[in-house]
C-alpha cells in the first residue's frame, strides 16, 4: 500500500513467515492479478513487488479488517506493530470530524524511515518522504508511536524512555491522540 517493495523488505515487515511461504504466497497474488513483479532501473537494480491498481484497491478492505479487529476481545494494546501496519493503522484509525478544524504537516521519522503527514480540513495524506515545511515532527519506534497515539502514554514520559522524540508545534503532536482513536469507527 505505500509502493513497491522487495522481497526483503516483505520479509523483515511479517517475521512470522518463512521465506518459502512468502514466496508462494507472493506468486499467487501475482497470478491473480493483485500485485506484480517488476525490475527497478539503475543504479538499485532490485526486484520488487508493486500492487496493480486492482490490488490497490484493497486499502478499503484492509481498513474494515483494521476497524473489526480493533473491538476484538483478544486484542493485545502492546503487540509490536510493523512501520507499514502502523502507517496502514493510521490511516484506518483518522477522524475526519476530530481533524475538521486542524492544518498540519507533520514529519515522521519510523525507524529511521520518514513519512509526511498533511492534515487539512478533515483529509489525512501520509506518503514516504520528508516534509522540509513541517509543523512538527515526531520520531521513534513504531511501539512508541502506538503507546502514545492509541494507548493514551504521556509524550514527555516516552520521550524520557528514549523511545519517541517531539520537535515544533508541540499542540500539533499532543493533538494526535484524539484524531486516531482507536474506536473512532
Keep these: 500500500m505505500l509502493g513497491p517493495k522487495r522481497f526483503a523488505d516483505l520479509k523483515r515487515a511479517m517475521p512470522g513467515i518463512s521465506a518459502p511461504v512468502l514466496s508462494q504466497r507472493l506468486k499467487d497474488l501475482e497470478e491473480v492479478g493483485v500485485l506484480v513483479r517488476e525490475t527497478m532501473g539503475p543504479p538499485v537494480s532490485a526486484q520488487v513487488y508493486r500492487l496493480t491498481e486492482w490490488g490497490l484497491e484493497l486499502e478499503g478492505v484492509l481498513q474494515a479488517l483494521g476497524n473489526w479487529a480493533v473491538k476484538s476481545p483478544f486484542r493485545d494494546p502492546d ?74 502514554i504521556p509524550l514527555d514520559r516516552l520521550e524520557r524512555a528514549g523511545g519517541l522524540s517531539a520537535s515544533g508545534d508541540r499542540r500539533i503532536i499532543a493533538a494526535l491522540p484524539s484524531i486516531f482513536a482507536l474506536l473512532s469507527g
Design 79 to 152: 503487540a509490536p506493530m510493523a512501520v507499514t501496519s502502523l502507517i496502514l493503522s493510521l490511516r484506518t484509525m483518522f477522524s475526519a470530524e476530530a481533524a475538521a478544524e486542524m492544518a498540519a504537516r507533520i514529519q515522521l521519522v519510523l525507524d529511521g524511515e520518514p513519512f509526511r503527514m498533511l492534515i487539512e480540513n478533515g483529509t489525512l495524506e501520509i506518503d514516504r518522504g520528508t516534509e522540509p515545511s513541517a509543523d512538527a515532527a515526531l520520531a521513534g519506534t513504531p511501539d512508541a508511536i502506538v503507546a502514545f497515539v492509541y494507548n493514551d
